[in-house]
């Protein structure tokens, strides 16, 4: 069965959705269209080109989730290396290891560039803080007079994780002038209207949102680094307090993080796995109660819908 799906971002949480995917996969569903913000973006990346949960799954436990925290030169001296680095990078970290390490996974399945992949395939949601948009690529590129065929995904997906302060912002260099991208969080990390149509829905849009139940370890906040960080952590995490719609949330499958922040890139595998593991929980919880049918006729009664296989 065809579905649709957009995933939150929620950092290094982003494990999870990949449990939550797995059941999907599990119980049927293929994808027809995804999107993603941070790393749902990622995922969304991967699911486009063609790989399978199962194998994301082992990705994840084969990452090094700090080599996407380096930093280099001047920038590694202690004491005046972090305050150099906010000052004239405006993040603590590059993007850089992030996208080549995806633009390696998807150029194993062919893809590099939207051209690669067909029409409406994917969907990525970032900020722009220059102009003060929200930047759904790859489509708004054309704003900039770019042309969204030819742009790469990793570098789209680089744009959506560049969480403010903890990344340094994407420059989006055009005719036009210079752009400041950043996570797409701070706009629209759950961007679950992005599929709805008018007209009838052929086939569901399933959501994946990482929620919380529990208080995180308190922040250190006495060093620049320990405030930087203790501010994103917080910036981040607020999000997922915001409130949806009813007709958003049938259809949405919330996945508890427990302790965990999107910025707690040293966790154990077994946390790894915690995380992977309450994915599937939520997921199957979801399908067990999921009636495309029954939810047509509560949120889109004008229509009677029948599920489109292949």
């Not at 939810?295 to 819908?305: A, E, I, S």
Request: aromatic share 12%.
């Amino acid at each position: 069965m065809w579905a649709d799906a957009v995933f939150e971002g929620g950092g290094i949480r982003g494990i999870a959705l990949v449990g939550a995917i797995q059941v999907a996969e599990e119980n049927g569903y293929q994808w027809k269209r995804v999107a993603g913000t941070s790393s749902g973006a990622i995922v969304a990346s991967l699911l486009a080109a063609g790989y399978t949960a199962g194998e994301m799954h082992r990705f994840f436990h084969e990452i090094d989730f700090t080599s996407f925290m380096k930093r280099s030169g001047w920038f590694r001296l202690p004491g005046i290396g972090l305050p150099l680095q906010l000052l004239l990078k405006k993040g603590l970290y590059s993007t850089g290891p992030l996208e080549d390490w995806l633009a390696k996974r998807l150029a194993e399945r062919g893809v590099r560039t939207f051209s690669d992949l067909e029409e409406e395939r994917l969907h990525i949601v970032a900020t722009d803080i220059t102009s003060g948009d929200v930047l759904v690529i790859p489509k708004d590129l054309q704003k900039y007079g770019l042309r969204p065929k030819g742009f790469p995904v990793a570098k789209a997906v680089a744009m959506s994780c560049a969480i403010p302060y903890f990344y340094q912002p994407v420059r989006l260099r055009t005719k036009k002038g210079t752009y400041m991208i950043l996570d797409g969080a701070l706009l629209s990390n759950y961007p679950v209207w992005l599929f709805d149509a008018k007209d009838k829905p052929r086939w569901p849009t399933f959501g994946f949102r990482l929620i919380s139940d529990k208080w995180c370890k308190p922040h250190p906040t006495k060093t620049l680094f320990q405030y930087t960080h203790a501010l994103t952590k917080t910036m981040i995490g607020a999000i997922d307090h915001l409130a949806i719609r009813e007709a958003d949330a049938v259809r949405t499958i919330f996945i508890n993080t427990h302790h965990i922040s999107a910025t707690d890139f040293t966790l154990s595998m077994e946390e790894m796995d915690e995380l992977y593991q309450s994915g599937r929980r939520a997921a199957e919880a979801f399908f067990r109660g999921w009636d495309f049918a029954a939810y047509c006729l509560k949120y889109r009664p004008r229509y009677q819908v029948n599920p489109v296989h292949h």
